[in-house]
């Protein structure tokens, strides 16, 4: 059976337009990034614009424990647990990304919740330090829908006089991580002076962490419904 609603996709790959950037993208805290856009055209005010949108993003996180040079020898084992979590917000903007000229489609946000430990052993000496490192991924799939799309004339090399056209945007923003830990003391990223008991005697460490966010891959596809098979 023939739907009577007319299924017209004007994006690259039929359904998919497929963006990757190797290895990765790296997303600045708290910028809003375009990952990626597409062109539609034959897009009448009646029509819906169905846009489909899947991100492969990840957390990578590193810590280095140094204990305090002025300090003394670890007479037991000192393991500092970390979970970064991480919000990505991601949105679908029309024809520009924010301004006068950009219309918000539709967004989503997700998080992810990344960890490691990093130890120092029992008879570590002053000074000495230990990195680990850890990277979690992440998929995120949304669907939004356009309606009551302006009228927009499409480029003059088109020989159809009722195709209209627009660009349909997708952005990524990454906002500060949350620093979790075994410890009572507050963490950020950066380095963090914290003392802490071990064995009731004062021991100074340095914390230095590092979180960054970065695309993967990204999937980004659309169609246009023809509502009044015009």
């Avoid at 990626?36 to 169905?50: G, M």
């Avoid at 989503?108 to 000496?125: E, Q």
């Avoid at 850890?134 to 309606?147: E, K, L, M, N, P």
């Avoid at 340095?206 to 246009?224: D, E, K, N």
Wanted: net charge neutral.
């Amino acid at each position: 059976m023939i739907s009577q609603k007319t299924r017209r996709t004007l994006c690259l790959s039929h359904l998919l337009q497929v963006l990757r950037r190797p290895p990765l993208f790296v997303l600045p805290i708290n910028v809003e990034t375009p990952i990626a856009n597409l062109t539609l055209d034959r897009i009448n005010p009646s029509d819906r614009v169905e846009l489909g949108s899947t991100v492969i993003w990840n957390i990578s996180t590193s810590a280095t424990v140094t204990l305090s040079a002025a300090g003394v020898t670890l007479a037991v084992p000192l393991t500092i647990s970390l979970s970064p979590l991480e919000q990505l917000t991601f949105r679908v903007w029309r024809d520009a990304i924010g301004g006068q000229n950009g219309t918000l489609v539709g967004q989503a946000t997700d998080f992810r919740t990344g960890g490691l430990s990093a130890s120092l052993a029992a008879g570590t000496a002053p000074g000495a330090s230990v990195t680990a490192a850890q990277v979690s991924t992440a998929t995120t799939t949304f669907i939004t829908t356009d309606t009551n799309v302006p009228v927009i004339p499409a480029s003059s090399s088109s020989s159809h006089s009722n195709i209209h056209e627009h660009t349909y945007f997708l952005t990524a923003t990454a906002a500060a991580p949350i620093i979790l830990s075994n410890l009572l003391s507050a963490l950020t990223v950066g380095a963090n002076t914290i003392s802490i008991s071990v064995l009731g005697i004062t021991v100074g460490i340095t914390i230095t962490i590092a979180v960054t966010p970065s695309v993967q891959a990204v999937y980004f596809g659309g169609s246009v419904i023809d509502e009044n098979d015009t």
